[in-house]
Antibody, heavy 116, light 112 residues
Framework: EVQLVESGGGLVQPGESLRLSCVAS????????MTWVRQAPGRGPEWVSA????????SYRDAVKGRFTISRDNSKNTLYLQMNSLRAEDTALYYC?????????WGRGTLVTVSS | DVVMTQSPLSLPVTLGQPASISCRSS???????????LSWFQQRPGQSPRRLIY???NRDSGVPDRFSGSGSGTDFTLKISRVEAEDFGVYYC?????????FGQGTRLEIK
C-alpha cells in the first residue's frame, strides 16, 4: 500500500523557519516526482513545489520562490520542504503527494501556523 | 498562471439524480507530449483530497463507474450518473500541463 506521512509542522512566528518531511512507503520512491500542496483553512488546495525523481529538477510557485526549498533523500525515501522567512499567509495544512503532472495519493498533511 | 474556473460553486443534488461539474482553463491543457493533464479530486470533510480521474477521462482504481470525466482543450466536465450519499463533499479540478500547477476553486456537492 502506498503511504505518505508528513511531519514537522507547528506554530512559528513570522520570519522563522520550519522543515517539513514526508516519508514514503509502498512504492519505488526514486522513480517518482513528488509535490507539496498546501490548503489554508476553509480554502482550496494550492500547489507549492515539485521535484523530479532524481532531485535534479525543481519548481516553485512565485509566492515561495527564494524562501522555500524542496529536496529529497532517495536513500531514506523522504521528501523535504525547507521553509524560511515564514509569513502569516503561509499558514496551511501542507500535503505531500506522489507525482508532478497528476498527483496521487496525498498524505494526511502537517499543519503549519505562522502567527505572532 | 493558468486559471481554472469551476462551475457551479455549489451544487445541491437529490440522491439518485445525476450531477455535472464544469472546469474551464484559461489556456489549452494539451501538453507538448500530446497528453492533456487534467485531474479531478474529491475531498470529504476532514480528509485529504482523493484523485478520481486523471488525464481527462481515466478513472482511478476503486473509483465507482458512476464517475466519468470528459472534455478537451480548455473545457472539461466531471459527471456523476447517480449521486450516492458518499459522494457529497468538495470537488476540484487541477491542471498538470503548465507550471505552476493550478486548481479550480472547488464545487461543493451537497444534499438537496
Amino acid at each position: 500500500e502506498v503511504q505518505l506521512v508528513e511531519s514537522g509542522g507547528g506554530l512559528v512566528q513570522p520570519g522563522e523557519s520550519l522543515r517539513l518531511s514526508c516519508v514514503a512507503s509502498g512504492f519505488t520512491f526514486s522513480s517518482y516526482g513528488m509535490t507539496w500542496v498546501r490548503q489554508a483553512p476553509g480554502r482550496g488546495p494550492e500547489w507549492v513545489s515539485a521535484i523530479t525523481g532524481s532531485g535534479d529538477g525543481t519548481s516553485y510557485r512565485d509566492a515561495v520562490k527564494g524562501r522555500f526549498t524542496i529536496s529529497r533523500d532517495n536513500s531514506k525515501n523522504t521528501l523535504y520542504l525547507q521553509m524560511n522567512s515564514l509569513r502569516a499567509e503561509d499558514t496551511a495544512l501542507y500535503y505531500c503527494a506522489r507525482g508532478t503532472v497528476s498527483i496521487d495519493p496525498w498524505g494526511r498533511g502537517t499543519l503549519v501556523t505562522v502567527s505572532s | 498562471d493558468v486559471v481554472m474556473t469551476q462551475s457551479p460553486l455549489s451544487l445541491p443534488v437529490t440522491l439518485g439524480q445525476p450531477a455535472s461539474i464544469s472546469c474551464r482553463s484559461s489556456q489549452s491543457l494539451v501538453h507538448s507530449d500530446g497528453n492533456t493533464y487534467l485531474s479531478w479530486f474529491q475531498q470529504r470533510p476532514g480528509q485529504s483530497p482523493r484523485r478520481l480521474i486523471y488525464n481527462v477521462s481515466n478513472r482511478d482504481s476503486g473509483v465507482p463507474d458512476r464517475f466519468s470525466g470528459s472534455g478537451s482543450g480548455t473545457d472539461f466536465t466531471l459527471k456523476i450518473s447517480r449521486v450516492e450519499a458518499e459522494d457529497f463533499g468538495v470537488y476540484y479540478c487541477m491542471q498538470g500541463t503548465h507550471w505552476p500547477r493550478t486548481f479550480g476553486q472547488g464545487t461543493r456537492l451537497e444534499i438537496k
